[in-house]
């Protein structure tokens, strides 16, 4: 499964931005789907998933504030972060995992100024 994430920028504090990944497999057959989000000196986060049989999970620290989602049709799957703070300022990577194996995009960065 190849992985191609859009969507980043620079934007200021309260502002939104969408992150977008395109799949090259029907993303409706792949199991797992996720954003993680890697900022300097920190570790590997997860951001928010969607896991067949068990729904929609989120980092506590973006609950309310980001919305995960997929479209089937498109293929892609999308982030839409709203209410952006300075502490989610990241490089954001879009991950598949089917069967024992796990995708990653290239990733994007989001950029928020206080």
């Known amino acids: 499964v190849q992985l191609q994430a859009s969507g980043g920028g620079l934007v200021q504090a309260g502002e939104s931005l969408r992150l977008s990944c395109v799949a090259s497999a029907s993303i409706h057959t792949i199991p797992v789907v996720a954003w993680y989000r890697q900022a300097p000196g920190k570790q590997h986060e997860l951001v928010a998933s969607i896991r067949h049989g068990f729904g929609i999970d989120y980092a506590d620290s973006v609950k309310g504030r980001f919305t995960i989602s997929r479209d089937n049709v498109k293929n892609t799957l999308v982030l839409q972060m709203n209410n952006l703070r300075p502490e989610d300022t990241a490089v954001y990577l879009c991950?598949?995992?089917?069967?024992?194996?796990?995708?990653w995009g290239q990733g994007t960065q989001v950029t928020v100024s206080s």
């Open positions: 991950n598949a995992q089917k069967g024992n194996l796990d995708y």
